[in-house]
Each structure stands twice: as C-alpha cells, then as structure tokens.
C-alpha cells in the first residue's frame, strides 16, 4: 500500500505555463516535505509544512498543507527550465523516525 | 565541503559478488538513513540508525547488512549480490532531539549499483 500517492506521475509543459502538483493520503501526517532531485543527485528539502492550512511560498512555488493534513499541493507560477526535476513529497506520522516518499512527479519544463 | 558523502558513487559488479557503500556526514547529525530508488523512482527506506544503535529496519533481505562505527558514518554491506539489487543507493542524515523541528533529512548524492 503506497501511503503517499503523487500525481501526474510526468508532467511536460513549456515556459511560462504555470503548474500545479499533488500529494495525496488517506493517511495524517503530523509533517509533509517537498523535496526536488534533479539527475545524478540525491533530494534536496524545498520546504516542510507542519499546520493544517498552511500555505509557504518560496519564490515562484507556492506550497499547501491541507487542512486535514492529509494532503498538500505544489504550484508553480511561470515555471522556467530551471524548475526541471523529479518533485517528492515526503510525510511523517506522530513520533516516528521515518520519512516516507511519494512515487514523485517528474517536471519538465521546455524553453 | 559536501555534507553527506558517499563512495563510490558508481558500482557494476557480478551477480554473487559482496560489494560496500560508505556513507559519512559532517553536519554534526545523530540519526543516518540508507534509502533505494529502483529504476522508477521509488525512494524506500531500509534503515535507520541513531547514535550507532539501529532503529528502522524495513522489509530488507538479510544479504543487506548496515554498520555504524560512529555517528557520522552508515556503511552498507550487500552478500551475494543480485539482478534486483540494481538501483541507487542513498544515504542520508537528520539530527534528532527537541528542538530539531520535523523529520529534514540531508541526502547524499547516491551510488549507484549496477549488478549484470
């Protein structure tokens, strides 16, 4: 049973266009993550979201936990090649050590 | 200075071969992961140790044998290597305690093993 279910699972678009990704479960996650990992290296943290609601921006991505927690969203405004990766989110429940993954959507974007 | 580095970051070995990846980490962290992503993407975690003591041990067939001399490294050891055990491996790190806010981890760059 995959907990974290991500989709599109691909997802090509072109410069300019805007973008939305999502993360979903039927599960509660006291913590949800977006990682992007591009070719050759490993995830990097974009942002966590811990607060039913919550909504962080960074730069052109703007990131949404749900209110229930179950699940969260990824938009991207005028995505630019740059943004070109694989996107995972990542979840933890209660006091638990691990971190568990989405299958991930992979972006690109063409110039 | 690379945070969480791992060696070697390529591997192609024979089927029922022993081979090890090394894994250490300069972030000062407690806690080390060893994760793999099959050819689909698919990041599962395997183990976890914190302060050299294990404390996740996924689903992983005992041929895959984790080893923590300290808290800075998490080396993994593989017997009698397999087809399916082609996939890159990464390693990662978090520190844990109070204030440590939630579970971000820092990965390293990955190795990846390709078993023919």
């Known amino acids: 049973t995959q907990l974290l279910e991500q989709s599109p699972q691909f997802l090509s678009i072109q410069e300019g266009e805007n973008l939305t990704v999502y993360c979903n479960s039927s599960s509660v996650f006291s913590s949800l993550q977006w990682y992007r990992q591009e070719p050759g290296e490993g995830p990097v943290l974009l942002v966590t979201v811990v607060t039913g609601g919550e909504v962080k921006k960074l730069k052109r991505l703007t990131f949404q936990f749900g209110d229930a927690r179950k699940d969260s969203s990824l938009h991207i405004t005028a995505a630019q090649p740059g943004d070109t990766g694989l996107y995972l989110c990542?979840?933890?429940?209660?006091?638990?050590?691990?971190?568990?993954f989405g299958k991930g959507t992979k972006l690109t974007v063409n110039p | 200075d690379t945070a969480v580095s791992q060696t070697p970051k390529y591997l192609v070995t024979q089927m029922g071969n022993d081979k090890s990846i090394k894994c250490e980490q300069n972030l000062g962290h407690d806690t080390m992961y060893w994760y793999k992503q099959d050819s689909k993407k698919f990041l599962k975690i395997m183990f976890s140790y914190n302060n050299k003591e294990l404390i996740i041990n996924e689903t992983v067939p005992n041929r895959f044998s984790p080893k923590s001399p300290d808290k800075a490294h998490l080396n993994l050891h593989i017997n009698s290597l397999e087809l399916g055990d082609s996939a890159v491996y990464f390693c990662?790190?978090?520190?844990?305690?109070?204030?440590?806010?939630?579970?971000?981890?820092?990965f390293g760059a990955g190795s990846r093993l390709t078993v023919l």
């Open positions: 990662a790190s978090r520190r844990t305690g109070a204030n440590s806010g939630a579970n971000v981890l820092t």
């Open positions: 990542a979840g933890s429940r209660g006091g638990s050590e691990k971190l568990v």
